[in-house]
């Protein structure tokens, strides 16, 4: 694995991660934006949709095992976690006090 291509977060959520096969982690793989036809049938096998060699940052949920394998790609820039997102004053709601 090149931890080079790997943003923090991504890093730290594969240590975190038990099952090495499993498909868990939402990623944001940042390519070349020329990619050959072997690269696009990389990121196709791993389930990654809508590739094509005019785009290069592509989202996908994948395996510890199968992000291992993109890093070492030469044509992959770097791999960055995709985390969900939150308004930041977004309150949870505690019922309606009257005084």
Known sequence: MNYQ???AALATA???TQNLEEPSLGVF???ESVLDLA???ILESLGVSGVSSGK???TAT???NAISQLSEEPWVKCLKRS???RLVNQRKSLGSFSV
């Open 5 to 7: 291509k790997l943003d």
């Open 14 to 16: 594969l240590n975190d």
């Open 29 to 31: 793989i940042h390519t």
């Open 39 to 41: 690269a696009i049938a």
């Open 56 to 58: 290069d940052i592509f």
């Open 62 to 64: 994948l395996s510890p």
């Open 83 to 85: 985390q969900q997102l």
